[in-house]
């Protein structure tokens, strides 16, 4: 089944302790991104990979760090968590720039 | 700065009816834009997409339009059903490397 896979789904943590968010997605996309979303603020784009090693900022890429090291994984890094990255986070591929975007299931991350 | 507006009250809509919403944009031209549909809960699914060379896009009950004039995307669902109660989400895309900005969504409710 083609899908995007992200792990973990709910995560409380602390500020400060470093985390990681995973995606991937078996669709053999060149495209990969990552969002959070907020109420009243809908989907940001954090982070967006055309390919291999090349990635590049969104909207908001303030407090995180990507990389794609390989086409089917995109993992998101949270150094220094802070409350305020408290979010619905979601991480999606796409076959081309411009296509559909498959997201994943989404990951509640909850910094206190 | 660079807005995209979509009407954050919910659109009550009687089954039968053709509910339309609207995704105005400021600031911005589009090569392209999207529409998702979002559960509660879940990750978006892809609707459509059109381009800015083109005026209308079909798909089963769904149509858009766009107007780059009035910088506007019109979203229309005919003969609404009770399952396309859902949160819809247009998104624009300004070049082909994958970056994508969201609108904040409008609810639809349709009612039997």
Redesign the interface.
């Known amino acids: 089944e083609a899908q ?1 896979t992200q792990n973990p789904r709910y995560l409380i943590t602390v500020t400060g302790k470093k985390l990681t968010v995973t995606c991937s997605q078996n669709m053999n996309h060149e ?1 990969m ?1 990552w ?1 959070r979303q907020d109420p ?6 954090i982070y ?3 390919n291999v090693e090349v990635t ?1 900022k ?2 908001v890429p303030e407090g995180y760090k990507v990389s794609r090291k390989e086409k089917r994984n995109f993992p998101l890094i949270l150094e220094s968590p802070s409350p305020n990255q408290t979010s619905l986070y ?1 991480c ?1 591929s ?1 076959s ?11 990951t509640r991350l909850t910094v206190t | 700065s660079q807005k995209i507006e979509q009407n ?1 009250e919910a659109l009550n809509i009687q089954e039968g009816k053709t509910a339309t919403l609207t995704c105005n944009y400021t600031n911005y031209s589009p ?2 834009l ?1 529409w ?1 549909r979002q559960d509660p ?6 609707l459509l ?1 059109i ?1 800015e060379n083109e005026k209308e896009k079909r798909k089963e009950r769904l149509k858009v339009t766009f107007d780059t004039t009035l910088k506007q995307s019109l979203f229309h669902i005919t003969a609404s059903q009770p399952a396309d109660s859902a949160t819809y ?1 247009c ?1 624009l ?1 300004t ?11 409008t609810q639809v409710v349709v009612t039997p």
């Open positions: 995007v495209y991104s969002y009243g603020l809908g989907l940001r784009q967006y990979s055309m590049d969104g909207d979601f999606a796409s081309t720039g411009v296509g559909e975007q498959y997201f994943g299931p989404g | 954050s090569a392209y999207q998702y809960g879940r990750g978006p699914v892809f997409l381009r989400l998104a895309g070049d082909s490397w994958g970056k994508l900005q969201f609108g904040a969504g």
